[in-house]
């Protein structure tokens, strides 16, 4: 089983509303990110989580925050987003550290739309 | 700074024929390359992968192939099916103990019968 789940699929929020994106696996991986995909573009890395600890943080806005509950479940909190922030938000999964023959896994994405 | 190019946005092959898709890089600290397949509306699809130790890593119809002197990877599709039309993403670890994914911008193969 090589899967991540990605909740919701689709998200319509305004500007002024407050919503999560949520991200579960269950291969045993201790490594989760969150990417973001604008149309025709490749994704781009915002946060990587190794051990339930913020690892990398891309110089993300803070109106995105993400949150790793446990080894399983990694949320992305959303608040005051702009317009120009919806995307595909893609999350990922792999073990952690550098071992050669790491896979990242993603899942289907969250497509989001500010208004 | 592109890291990791794919330089050409598109390809355009017959059924039954060899799709060859390429991908450079300019970090030598690059060790360990993904393929990625992605069809809209959907994440991306691992397809394969190759270490920098390697010249070369095949999975069926899908083999990659790493030159580490000219610092360019390809992926051969054979025999490519209508199926693979889709978009190709080259991707590359940057180290550091994060396995930080660094894209190339993808290529988008149409395969047509």
């Known amino acids: 089983d090589t899967e991540v789940t990605q909740t919701p699929k689709h998200l319509v929020m305004g500007m002024t509303n407050k919503k999560s994106l949520k991200c579960e696996q269950h291969m045993g991986h201790r490594a989760m990110y969150w990417y973001k995909q604008k149309a025709k573009k490749p994704p781009e890395l915002m946060f990587v989580y190794s051990y339930e600890k913020l690892s990398i943080n891309e110089s993300v806005p803070s109106r995105f925050s993400p949150e790793c509950p446990n080894s399983s479940l990694l949320n992305l909190h959303l608040h005051a987003l702009q317009p120009e922030d919806s995307a595909l938000y893609l999350c990922?999964?792999?073990?952690?550290?550098?071992?050669?023959?790491?896979?990242?896994?993603f899942g289907e994405g969250s497509w989001l739309t500010v208004v | 700074d592109q890291q990791v190019k794919q330089n050409s946005p598109s390809l355009s092959v017959q059924e039954g024929r060899i799709s060859i898709l390429n991908c450079d890089y300019t970090?030598?600290?690059?060790?360990?390359f993904l393929w990625y397949k992605k069809y809209p509306a959907e994440g991306p699809t691992f397809l394969i992968s190759i270490s920098s130790i390697k010249d070369k890593n095949e999975d069926g119809r899908f083999t990659v192939f790493l030159n580490k002197s000219a610092k360019h990877l390809s992926l051969h599709i054979v025999p490519s099916q209508p199926g693979d039309s889709a978009v190709y993403f080259c991707a590359a670890i940057d180290g550091g103990g994060y396995n930080k994914l660094i894209f190339g911008a993808g290529t988008r193969l149409a395969v047509h019968p």
């Open positions: 990922a999964s792999s073990q952690a550290g550098t071992v050669a023959g790491n896979t990242i896994y």
């Open positions: 970090n030598s600290m690059f060790d360990y």
